[in-house]
């Protein structure tokens, strides 16, 4: 089982459309998680990190469950520009940095 | 400021053939690392330097070798590449210290090994 597991998707939405990826992690010692968006052929970019309490950033939101070990993005009123690859990303303290990532899951907003 | 650069592009290889991958920082950055990006497989760490001086094995190290050359370069060699090193490598780099500090990747080397 992979440590960080995603729904590949596709996701195919309208523009305007709400959509939401989940994430699941399986190490407990898990300390911080990140949501990093990657469009087509590019870079892995910070898309926001997430908080235990859950943090909003514009229309993007995103929720922590500890006890279930779950991280979630919520996207409102999607754009076509928020097509793209979503990774849910875990990093474990002391582990010089190291990230794990999700196979990613694809979004595609359509006109 | 560049951020992270990568060299090259792209590279077709055959099987047996050796080659360097470069990448450097001028965000002086004290950590960077190398991934590989797999279809399916999401990124996964080969090899990570915590500061200058220093390298460490990642989750996927085998047929691989890295030089921390300073505090900007960190190169990944092939030294006998094979068709399944055929993927894209990123390098990425991040401050290091207390906490969580943002990674900053570079656009990557699409490697095909035949």
């Known amino acids: 089982r992979k440590e960080v597991e995603q729904d590949p998707g596709p996701f195919n939405v309208p523009e305007g459309a709400t959509v939401a990826f989940n994430c699941t992690y399986s190490n407990s010692a898990s300390q911080s998680f990140f949501w990093y968006r990657q469009d087509c052929r590019k870079e892995p970019k910070l898309l926001m990190s997430v908080y235990s309490s859950g943090n909003e950033d514009g229309r993007f939101t995103a929720q922590l469950n500890r006890a279930s070990q779950y991280i979630s993005l919520l996207i409102r009123d999607s754009k076509l520009s928020d097509s793209a690859t979503y990774l849910c990303?875990?990093?474990?303290?002391?582990?010089?940095?190291?990230?794990?990532f999700g196979q990613g899951t694809e979004l595609s907003v359509k006109p | 400021n560049a951020g992270v650069t990568q060299t090259p592009k792209f590279q077709v290889l055959k099987t047996g053939q050796s080659m360097t991958l470069q990448c450097a920082q001028d965000m002086n950055h004290n950590s960077m690392y190398w991934y590989r990006q797999d279809p399916g497989m999401g990124l996964r760490l080969i090899y990570y330097?915590?500061?200058?001086?220093?390298?460490d094995k990642g989750e996927v190290p085998n047929g691989y070798n890295v030089s921390r050359l300073n505090k900007r370069e960190f190169s990944l060699r092939l030294e006998s590449a094979a068709p399944s090193q055929t993927s894209v490598y990123f390098c990425?780099?991040?401050?290091?210290?207390?906490?969580?500090?943002?990674?900053?990747f570079g656009p990557g080397t699409r490697l095909t090994v035949l």
């Open positions: 990425a780099s991040r401050v290091a210290g207390g906490g969580y500090n943002e990674q900053f």
């Open positions: 990303v875990v990093n474990r303290l002391n582990q010089g940095g190291k990230l794990i």
């Open positions: 330097s915590a500061s200058e001086g220093t390298t």
